[in-house]
């Protein structure tokens, strides 16, 4: 699935897929990556979702900061996790007992989240990221990232910005 940002995610969709467990990328995803603090509407669909799934936050930042939103919006979280190493998802799994099939991925990048997520979880939902700045681990990624939407594109796989349900 590729939508805009994480309130137009078809969750009752990823329900009806059996999905128990959602994994969030937390900076670009959830969070701007300087923004310090959760916004209400992030607050509240998290809130609204817990009823449902099971939301634990994974990401490559460290440990105060990942904590820090995850605390906030009441989940679980695994940080400096190594995306796109597989280790952080399989902790995930490991811990509460998921099937591959059971769990999604949420994340604004096709290296760290999706590719992974592809192979580590049953579905995956791209957003586009929340803004222009990045971890500086990150900027390698996003250089092969436009590449690979060059190519997707040219392929006529997918194009930034034009968002479907599922394909
Ligand atoms: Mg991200």
Wanted: proline share 2%; aromatic share 14%; with cysteine.
């Amino acid at each position: 699935m590729y939508v805009k940002n994480i309130f137009d995610i078809d969750y009752d969709l990823l329900k009806k897929r059996k999905i128990r467990c959602l994994i969030f990328d937390l900076d670009n995803t959830i969070a701007l990556i300087d923004q310090e603090k959760v916004d209400k509407r992030t607050k509240t669909l998290f809130r609204k979702l817990k009823k449902d799934f099971h939301l634990v936050i994974i990401s490559n930042n460290y440990r105060k900061r990942v904590e820090k939103y995850a605390t906030f919006l009441e989940c679980d979280f695994v940080s400096f996790a190594m995306k796109p190493l597989p280790f952080g998802y399989m902790k995930i799994k490991r811990k509460f007992h998921y099937q591959k099939e059971e769990m999604a991925m949420i994340g604004d990048q096709l290296v760290t989240d999706i590719f992974v997520g592809n192979k580590m979880t049953g579905y995956t939902i791209l957003v586009d990221p929340l803004g222009k700045k990045d971890l500086k681990i990150t900027s390698i990624n996003r250089f092969l990232e436009n590449k690979i939407f060059r190519y997707y594109e040219k392929k006529a796989i997918m194009k930034r910005g034009r968002y479907y349900g599922e394909k």
